[in-house]
Antibody, heavy 121, light 113 residues
Framework: EVQLVESGEGLVQPGGSLRLSCAAS????????MHWVRQAPGKGLEYISG????????YYADSVKGRFTISRDNSKNTLYLQMGSLRVEDMVVYYC??????????????WGQGTMVTVSS | DIVMTQSPDSLAVSLGERATINCKSS????????????LAWYQQKPGQPPKLLIY???TRESGVPDRFSGSGSETDFTLTITSLQAEDVAVYYC?????????FGPGTIVDIK
């Protein structure tokens, strides 16, 4: 079964840092582009970052550019999101998602269950 | 960034009736070299991650019931649910993946009348 499992959920102070992980199983991880999407409780979906299958290309929304860094370790089948300079508005659920293909420019057909980040002093 | 809008914000449809959701992009998402519209539709139920329904604007994802269909091109798209079922109650989002960041529409809530 293809599965994505996020971890790294936690409480962090404003201005702090946190790293999220997304472990993939049941698929050849290195064949697919990957993405992070977030969602505030009761709100819509916000695309925040993506990375090509080989890690050579990365993409960011303006809301996180310069603060967040996406990376992947294909040998560990794991996607990461290093988050810094955290703000209260970053306190949302984060989903990792897989592209349908190796192309970053494709729909997202596999999603993790999401992990909550809490930013509070 | 490409801005995605959806209408209506919400709709209530009787069981077995048709539900139609519209999505508009602020610029064309049709890639002329392959004639594909880089537009997807997702369904999200409470407490669950989104689920891909339609990609390339009109291609149904494997396992998605054929009562779900997508249409449209360039900047105007439609998701149609023929014969609404109780399990179709959800929020539906369109998304463009033509250019980064891959923006989503604000969502349309579908409920039973």
């Amino acid at each position: 079964e293809v599965q994505l499992v996020e971890s790294g959920e936690g409480l962090v102070q404003p201005g702090g840092s946190l790293r999220l992980s997304c472990a993939a199983s049941g698929l050849t991880f290195s064949n697919y582009a990957m993405h992070w999407v977030r969602q505030a409780p009761g709100k819509g979906l916000e695309y925040i970052s993506g990375i090509s299958s080989d890690g050579g290309s990365t993409y960011y929304a303006d809301s996180v550019k310069g603060r967040f860094t996406i990376s992947r370790d294909n040998s560990k089948n794991t996607l990461y999101l290093q988050m810094g300079s955290l703000r209260v508005e970053d306190m949302v659920v984060y989903y990792c998602a897989r592209s349908r293909s190796s192309s970053s420019y494709d729909a997202f057909n596999i999603w993790g269950q999401g992990t909550m980040v809490t930013v509070s002093s | 960034d490409i801005v995605m809008t959806q209408s209506p914000d919400s709709l209530a449809v009787s069981l077995g009736e048709r539900a139609t959701i519209n999505c508009k992009s602020s610029q064309s998402v049709l890639y002329s070299s392959n004639n594909k519209n880089y537009l997807a539709w997702y369904q999200q139920k409470p407490g669950q991650p989104p689920k891909l329904l339609i990609y390339w604007a009109s291609t149904r994802e494997s396992g998605v019931p054929d009562r779900f269909s997508g249409s449209g091109s360039e900047t105007d798209f439609t998701l149609t649910i023929t014969s609404l079922q109780a399990e179709d109650v959800a929020v539906y989002y369109c998304q463009q993946y033509y250019t980064t960041p891959f923006t989503f529409g604000p969502g349309t809530i579908v409920d039973i009348k």
